[in-house]
């Protein structure tokens, strides 16, 4: 198993400052209370698009697991990675406590793909992409890892002035949803942006959707509009 020193695509602030955050991300009144409400809009997305009973999902920077546990409640067979030992630990406190059955790695997702090639039916990396120097590097690694047929399911911040104020002024500052310094405006992500990656790494682009969340009810639903967050999933050719 592999450690973040053996791998170069991680940005060790980003991972201190979500271990940082480690021991109460499973507080739902937490600093993780924004994720917790995407997570049943996230779960929801991606079994629309993909039978999750007895499926192999992997979750790729998987945090203290959120939904790692979900897919796994679904009846999906999940692998679970993430480069954040304290939250990898906290993931495996927590399995113990629920009974689900996840496999969590210390790994990065290109060993992985070195190691798992065409192994999983579905491929998961929620709200991820944005913290790494080379997002296109992780949109390879999964493509790889996909069986042909196999779908990938990525969330991310669409860089446009609407999510900078969302986003980082609003959810980070005004309403202190986030632990500020969460996000930083220059690594958002456009739609073209991760289209063209996901074209390079042989995956095809079937749906770009909004995800927006809603702190007057403390939920999120997916929408049309994509200028904050949005979800996207692309199949692996058969």
Sequence with gaps: MNTPADDSNFSQAELDKFGALANRWWDPHGPQKALHALNPARLGYVAERTPLRDARVLDVGCGAGLLSEALAGAGAQVTALDLAPELIKIARLHRLETGVSVDYRLQSVESLAQEMPGQFDAVT???????????????????????????????????????????????????????????????????????????????QLEDVSGLMYEPWRNAARVIGRTDVNYLACARKPE
């Design 125 to 203: 990396c929620m709200e991820m992409l944005e913290h790494v120097p080379d997002p296109g590097s992780v949109i390879e690694a999964c493509a790889t890892l996909l069986k042909p047929g196999g779908r990938l399911f990525v969330s991310t911040l669409n860089r446009t002035p609407a999510a900078f104020a969302l986003a980082i002024v609003g959810a980070e500052y005004v309403a202190q949803l986030l632990p500020k310094g969460t996000h930083q405006y220059r690594d958002f992500i456009k739609p073209s942006e991760l289209g063209a990656w996901l074209r390079g790494a042989g995956l």
